[in-house]
């Protein structure tokens, strides 16, 4: 089968997708990545077959969105200028492939498939179809509550993502000879087949999603191959086997938040206090930048794998993106979140569900005492320990790549490669899936 392959914004979204094309790729598939400029190097080096996206300021817009007061104006600009150019490159680019799989923050896809006559799978690493049980993962209320339910958090996104892209996609639809849609949302989940790339051990789903939707669930894409700094990592070692004391990660990854800094030298400090050792994946944002390194603190500024770094790790602190999450479970070690937007808080939230950390903090809220008494809580908990030991074992025998080979090779069986993807996930990760074919015309 040829697959268009399409994701956009920060490394976490990218490196999944680059284990995605590859494991495509090894079914028997001929794949097609569209990624933005700012990874052409990147992709260059991965020996994929790659278009590039219209230029754009991701990086620049994820500061700005955390640490600007014009923040609203400025994604929403940057987000509706990102559907037009979808439409404009993914109509042309389906005419030379039979299915589009595409990342849920690419909006235009299941009108763009519905124009072409071409199926399209919408993944998205968390549950983001309506549920009664479980909130929208991009709010920051991940917990369900007894009196506001969550079907009224998932009106209120609905109500919420008709304003920011209706109007764009309906512009851009009539222009296609399409319908306009009434509720973007409703008409993305219910026309796409979404495979959820998380998880089942470390998030959670709703059954009565079989249902309503076509849906699966295959666990997370792990980038394990990732070029990084051979001398980095060395050097990054050294610190870390240089005496036995504890060593707590900190990362904020791609991300960028005003109090990064004032957080970071809190946990200088309080390593320096407990005896402990602090090595900080700088990111993006430059974290930690400002604090002097000495034989407890390190700051890691070229990126290294997590599963070369974690595994030498008592414990970790992170922004509790989707990708860092999931590999700090897969590491078995305890972990905590600080979440700074969307889906983090769902993540923090999960994390403390599953008793593999402490309830997750804020990083402009928490006071020196009380990131004091969690950290050391964090570090020392026998409980956390075993919980996330338990939870690895789980997770290392789960293989997203694999899962969505088997969900395509399973659903569109006359255009699939035919080749056995492998054994990685059992009938049960893939629970909802539909296994029926689907007769398509191409308008394109």
């Known amino acids: 089968m040829r697959i268009l392959l399409v994701t956009r914004g920060s490394q976490g979204d990218i490196y999944p997708f680059i284990a995605l094309a590859r494991g495509l790729e090894a079914a028997g598939h001929a794949v097609t990545f569209s990624v933005p400029q700012i990874f052409e190097d990147l992709i260059r080096r991965t020996g994929l077959t790659y278009v590039l996206q219209e230029k754009e300021d991701i ?10 007061t014009q923040k609203t104006k400025r994604v929403l600009k940057w987000m509706r200028a990102a559907i037009d150019m979808q439409f404009r490159q993914l109509v042309p680019l389906m005419e030379d492939h039979d299915l589009l799989v595409a990342a849920n923050t690419e909006f235009a896809a299941a009108s763009v498939a519905e124009y072409c006559g071409k199926p399209v799978i919408r993944t998205a690493f968390g549950p983001f179809l309506p ?9 920051p209320f991940p917990k369900p509550g007894r009196i506001i339910r969550p079907v009224f958090f998932w009106w209120l996104l609905n109500r919420g993502t008709n304003f920011m892209v209706r109007k764009t996609i309906n512009r851009n639809r009539v222009a296609l000879g399409l319908e306009p849609v009434r509720n973007f949302g409703h008409h993305t989940a219910g026309y796409c087949d979404n495979f959820l790339l998380y998880s089942p051990s470390l998030g959670n789903t709703d059954p009565e999603w079989s249902g309503k939707y076509k849906w699966a669930i295959g666990g997370y894409s792990f980038h394990d191959a990732m070029e990084y700094d ?12 240089r005496d036995d004391r504890p060593t ?8 960028s938040d005003r109090n990064r800094d004032r957080f970071c030298g809190m ?6 206090e407990q005896n402990y050792k602090l090595v900080v994946g700088s990111g993006w944002s430059k974290t930690g930048k400002h604090i002097e390194q000495d034989d407890s603190f390190y700051l890691l500024t070229k990126p290294i794998p ?3 770094i974690l595994p030498h790790c008592t414990a970790a602190i992170h922004h ?10 897969r590491a078995g070690i305890p972990h905590m979140v600080a979440p700074i937007f969307v889906d983090q808080y769902y993540w923090g939230y999960r994390v403390e569900v599953l008793g593999i950390g402490p309830r997750q903090v804020r990083l402009g809220k928490v006071s020196y005492a009380e990131l004091e008494k969690r950290v050391v809580d964090l570090m020392v908990n026998p409980a956390y320990k075993k919980n996330a030991a338990a939870l690895g074992k789980k997770m290392a025998a789960e293989n997203g790549p694999q899962a969505l080979c088997r969900y395509i090779e399973n659903k569109w069986p006359a255009t699939g490669s035919g080749t056995d993807a492998g054994t990685g996930n059992t009938p049960e990760a893939v629970s909802g899936a539909d296994p029926g074919g689907v007769q398509t015309k191409t308008t394109c």
């Open 59 to 68: 990086g620049g817009v994820m500061v700005e969105a955390a640490e600007s």
């Open 131 to 139: 549920s009664r049980t479980i909130p929208p993962a991009v709010m």
């Open 230 to 241: 051979t001398a980095a990592y060395d050097e990054l070692m050294a610190f870390i086997r």
């Open 248 to 255: 707590l990660f900190f990362t904020l990854g791609s991300c």
């Open 267 to 272: 946990l200088a400090d309080i390593c320096r």
């Open 306 to 308: 997590h599963n070369l």
């Open 320 to 329: 509790g993106g989707c990708g860092t999450t999931h590999s700090m479970a």
